[in-house]
């Protein structure tokens, strides 16, 4: 069993071949493929985390689609004031699925 824990984003997941992560947006290239920085990678009994190491390790996704997450409500109020302030908030999202972890 072959995984790796890869940075996406502000947080970290963990993932395997074929696996669908969402994620903060991020850019692909032409082909629609992305590069995933690994964090850690566990190989069976064999766990890497030495940051030399982990440099040569290459996790790579296919970008399935652009969306955008559910929108969150900011609101603010102070007593006595009338100041009262509502805001919304949409996240930039990407959906991918790992194609290889090499």
Do not use: C
């Not at 669908?20 to 850690?40: C, F, P, Q, S």
């Not at 969150?72 to 009338?82: A, E, H, S, W």
């Amino acid at each position: 069993m072959v995984y790796a824990v890869v940075r996406a984003g502000g947080r970290q997941e963990k993932v395997e071949v074929g696996t669908i992560v969402t994620m903060d947006r991020i850019k692909a290239d032409k082909n629609g493929n992305v590069e995933l920085a690994a964090v850690l990678l566990v190989d069976g009994d064999k766990i890497t985390s030495d940051a030399g190491s982990l440099a040569k390790v290459k996790v790579t996704a296919e970008v399935l689609n652009d969306l955008r997450g559910p929108k969150i409500v900011i609101q603010k109020f102070k007593n006595k004031t009338g100041y009262k302030k509502r805001q919304g908030h949409r996240q930039d999202l990407t959906r991918v699925k790992i194609t290889g972890i090499k």
